[in-house]
């Protein structure tokens, strides 16, 4: 049984990740378990899900596996009371969980069914899962939401218009939220990760990989690690004063 510390950076918090089953979003539980936080993992993949939940708590640590559709409002609603009842209550959601079109293809071959999904999921999922958690975030008193979006549209990346789309509007969904939750004191944040090794990533073509690692200020790949840091500051009481920000980490692909 792992043990943690009454000093860790989020003991005793409560964390909902959308996503969460691989890539970033299992990246994000482990890191904000290892923090202290007890985390309710989400996402379609409910076999793999529940696989990673259970390694998670024989190593000790309090997470709750809740599965769900992004692109189904009611499921939504049950991801995010299930969540609330497992863990006792809320104070952060990460807003991880999104689709892509694929890329590859230039706006006019984009066919209105995958314009429509990726939209219902990365838009209209990520705004519904924050009403959905907004009783529980506003009765934590230190509530905090982080929308995953992309460094994507901060330099117009080509052949790939719907996600970049439904990135762009998760940042301007968050600098609205900001404004209408900070009356509650509710913190909403974006962090726009570059290009980084996961299996979502891996239908990208090799030079778009290659255009990244060389025109970063940091010359390698990034990894899923090299994103956890952000989204663990977002939540802790270190960023109380921070919200309506979108935060670019790339290794400096793009300065923001």
């Known amino acids: 049984m792992r043990e943690t510390t009454s000093n860790a ?7 909902l990740v959308t996503g969460a089953a691989r890539g970033l979003g299992l990246a994000f539980v482990k890191s904000l ?3 202290g936080a007890a985390v309710a993992m989400a996402d379609i993949l409910a076999e793999r899900l529940q696989q990673e939940a259970e390694a998670l708590r024989a190593r000790g640590f309090k997470v709750v596996a809740v599965p769900v559709d992004l692109s189904d409002p009611a499921s939504i609603q049950a991801c995010a009371d299930a969540a609330i009842k497992g863990l006792g209550g809320l104070d952060g959601l990460v807003n991880n969980a999104a689709v892509t079109d694929s890329g590859g293809r230039d706006a006019s071959a984009i066919d209105i069914a995958t314009w429509d999904r990726v939209m219902n999921v990365n838009v209209r ?8 958690c907004l009783p529980a975030l506003k009765a934590s008193g230190r509530g905090a939401v982080i929308n995953l979006a992309s460094d994507t549209p901060l330099w117009g990346a080509p052949n790939l218009l719907a996600y970049v789309a439904s990135k762009s509007a998760i940042i301007g969904m968050t600098r609205s939220l900001a404004r209408e939750l900070g009356r509650d004191q509710i913190t909403v944040n974006a962090v726009a990760p570059g290009l980084t090794l996961v299996e979502a990533t891996e239908y990208v073509p090799q030079h778009r990989h290659d255009l990244y690692r060389e025109q970063r200020a940091i010359q390698r790949e990034q990894l899923p690690d ?4 952000a ?3 977002a939540l802790s009481d270190l960023a109380r004063f921070v919200t309506g920000q979108t935060l670019a980490v790339n290794g400096g692909f793009v300065m923001h």
């Open 9 to 15: 950076l989020l003991a005793g918090r409560k964390v």
């Open 33 to 35: 378990a290892e923090a």
């Open 125 to 132: 999922g990520t705004w519904l899962m924050t009403t959905a």
């Open 226 to 229: 090299d994103v956890c840091g």
């Open 231 to 233: 989204v663990l500051f």
